[in-house]
């Protein structure tokens, strides 16, 4: 059971123009959700995180939007850079049954930047 | 800070042996976790370790187990290695026990089972 999706294996998106990458989830329990940035033979890197008590969090570049009700959320890239080309994995957690540090991980969208 | 570390980086083991990976976690981190990825499965959640204690576990054979020490370094084990065990193996740590802890993920090693 694929409690966090990620639709869209890959997205292909020209250079200065907005990237979204969205996610789905089933879990109502879940209440904090990551997104992560991987490339190849590398560990994620940390991009940017919201908590359910918000519905939009922005650092920088990058803003996620988050929408409980649709339990769905997306994160916006903008401007995309060649540099941002990568796997983009969307996570979740929650502070269900001890759940506390356990990430549940989308299946990953790959984008590709284009100069 | 350095950051996550993991230990080896590759290893290459042989079906029915057994296998010790090694995690040391940002300095003053007490929560370390472990996910396995593969490209079928993708990135599944093996266990979590705080302050020495396992909090949670996912959904792997008892062949996969773990430890934590006091300085919060962490060891993972698999025994009787499996075809299907070979992955990319991630340790994160974390502040502490709160879900709003950043996780924050080392480079992996990659294990070949043949």
């Known amino acids: 059971d694929q409690q966090v999706k990620q639709n869209s294996p890959s997205l292909s998106v020209q250079e200065g123009r907005i990237s979204i990458l969205n996610c789905d989830y089933t879990?109502?329990?879940?209440?904090?959700f990551l997104w992560y940035k991987k490339y190849p033979a590398e560990g994620p890197t940390f991009l940017i995180s919201i908590s359910s008590i918000k519905d939009k969090n922005e650092d920088g570049r990058f803003t996620v939007f988050l929408n409980k009700s649709a339990k769905h959320l997306s994160l916006h890239i903008v401007p995309s850079q060649p540099g941002d080309s990568a796997v983009y994995f969307c996570a979740a957690s929650g502070n269900y049954g001890g759940a506390t540090n356990k990430l549940i991980f989308g299946t990953g969208t790959l984008l590709a930047v284009q100069p | 800070k350095a950051g996550v570390t993991q230990t080896p980086r590759y290893l290459i083991k042989t079906r029915g042996q057994q296998v010790t990976l090694s995690c040391s976690p940002i300095?003053?981190?007490?929560?370390v976790s472990w996910y396995q990825q593969t490209p079928g499965q993708g990135l599944q959640f093996l266990f979590e370790y705080f302050s020495e204690t396992q909090r949670n576990k996912g959904n792997f054979p008892g062949r996969f187990s773990g430890r934590q020490f006091s300085n919060s370094r962490s060891e993972m084990n698999v025994s009787t290695l499996e075809l299907g065990d070979s992955a990319l193996y991630l340790c994160?740590?974390?502040?502490?026990?709160?879900?709003?802890?950043?996780?924050?993920f080392g480079p992996g090693t990659r294990l070949t089972v043949l």
């Open positions: 994160a740590s974390a502040q502490g026990g709160q879900i709003t802890d950043t996780q924050y």
């Open positions: 879990n109502s329990m879940f209440d904090y």
């Open positions: 300095s003053g981190h007490r929560s």
